[in-house]
């Protein structure tokens, strides 16, 4: 029964992609992971285009799948503006850095690789591709120099190509009681270059599964600080949550920051919304 339906299923995604292609030049291929990272697969009549960032390896958790090994090529590195229709009438438009890969293939050996995909990635649906480009070259990576402050922490790392947020450990063992709130080492300060601030932000899965948060989110770390990066967790949940040592409990975003001049004023232009606040926009 698992094999019949994983065949139907199968056979609705191929039914789907020949309807893409009758107006559009590719579909997207969102896999069930789809929210916490930008569109980076694409389906082509004549094959498949990936871009990633970093290590040509899909690898999310579920079945690691090596691009180079199945017989994909490096085309170009550089910085892609991605133009996909999520749904009838819904336009999105991303930036994606990173190489891209290409597999060319024939109908067939496309049937299979989406099939491969799929028992890799999960599928959580395939929309159009508007419009797939270059728009500039990759710019070099944002130097982070981090000290450790106990040998036998685990430093920030991303967990997959293209992710957005640095995971960050827990460098202790603790206990949140629902409602109460702690304040976690890590293990590790850094000099962020001047120009960039950290930002320390929630883990999705864990605030969905025990309503893990962090108080202050996003933590904002300035280029100046040297001091320990501390992650402040809070249990808006039911149950008691346990903190090990080493559990992610965190992810940091890094972003450039600009520099605001602040000029007084008499008066301030008017906009459509005017002094329009909370909720004025409706709900």
């Known amino acids: 029964m ?9 056979a609705a995604l191929l039914r789907r992609l020949k309807e893409i292609w009758e107006e559009h030049p590719a579909a997207v291929y969102l896999p069930c992971f789809y929210r916490s990272s930008p569109p980076r697969l694409f389906l082509f009549p004549d094959g498949v285009r990936v871009v990633l960032k970093g290590e040509p390896t899909l690898d999310y958790e579920i079945v ?20 996909y229709e999520f749904s009838p009438g819904m336009i999105f438009q991303v930036e994606v850095e990173g190489s891209l890969l290409v597999k060319e293939l024939p109908w067939e050996g496309l049937v299979e690789e989406i099939r491969a995909l799929r028992e890799r ?5 395939l929309v159009p591709l508007v419009g797939l480009e270059k728009i500039g070259e990759p710019g070099p990576a944002v130097p982070l120099r981090i000290k450790r402050l106990r040998p036998d922490v685990e430093l920030p790392s991303y967990a997959h190509p293209g992710d957005a947020g640095l995971d960050i450990r827990s460098a202790e063992d603790a206990v949140l009681q629902p409602g109460e709130r702690a304040l976690l080492s890590t293990g590790f300060s850094m000099a962020l270059p001047e120009g960039y601030a950290a930002f320390v932000q929630p883990r999705s899965g864990l605030a969905a599964r025990h309503g893990i948060s962090v108080v202050n989110t996003p933590g904002l770390i300035d280029c100046h600080y040297r001091g320990e990066v501390k ?12 903190v090990r040592k080493g559990d992610r409990i965190a992810q940091m975003v890094i972003q450039r920051v600009e520099r605001a001049e602040v000029v007084e004023v008499e008066e301030l232009e008017d906009t459509v919304r005017g002094e329009g606040g909370f909720g004025s926009t409706g709900l």
Not at 66 to 79: H, I, K, M, N
Not at 231 to 241: Q, R, S, Y
């Open 121 to 125: 990635l999960g599928i959580y649906d």
């Open 231 to 242: 992650v402040i967790l809070i249990n808006l949940g039911k149950e008691p949550f346990q």
């Open 64 to 83: 690691p799948y090596d691009l180079v090994s199945a017989g994909y090529r490096e085309r170009e590195r550089g910085v892609y503006r991605v133009v």
């Open 2 to 10: 698992e094999e019949v339906r994983m065949d139907d299923e199968l």
